[in-house]
Nanobody
Framework: QVQLVESGGGLVQAGGSLRLSCAASGHTFSNYVMGWFRQAPGKEREFLAA????????YYADSVKGRFTISRDNAKNMVYLQMNSLKPEDTAVYYC????????????????WGQGTQVTVSS
């Protein structure tokens, strides 16, 4: 069965950095897109970044372009989200997702989700 497990969240001061990790298992993901989303209290889940497992093409939301970088390690079945210049408004639960989709910005485009990891940015 497919499992996505996020890690790396925590408390960081504004301007700091965090790297989130997503360990993927239970499936061959070569035809998948891996995405990162976040959800703040009272808000909808928001697309941040996506990467095609095969080929490595990346896509970013305008809100994080230039600050966040998505990458993958095929050998380890890991996906990462490097987050720099963090702001208090980046505080949210961050989710990893996997799907065979062309609608990589849509929550509905993904078939599998991790449990999420909390990121809190203090001012």
């Amino acid at each position: 069965q497919v499992q996505l497990v996020e890690s790396g969240g925590g408390l960081v001061q504004a301007g700091g950095s965090l790297r989130l990790s997503c360990a993927a298992s239970g499936h061959t993901f070569s035809n998948y897109v891996m995405g990162w989303f976040r959800q703040a209290p009272g808000k909808e889940r928001e697309f941040l970044a996506a990467i095609r497992w095969s080929g490595g093409s990346t896509y970013y939301a305008d809100s994080v372009k230039g600050r966040f970088t998505i990458s993958r390690d095929n050998a380890k079945n890991m996906v990462y989200l490097q987050m720099n210049s963090l702001k208090p408004e980046d505080t949210a639960v961050y989710y990893c997702a996997a799907g065979r989709t062309s609608r990589y910005t849509a929550v509905s485009g993904y078939d599998y989700w991790g449990q999420g990891t909390q990121v809190t940015v203090s001012s």
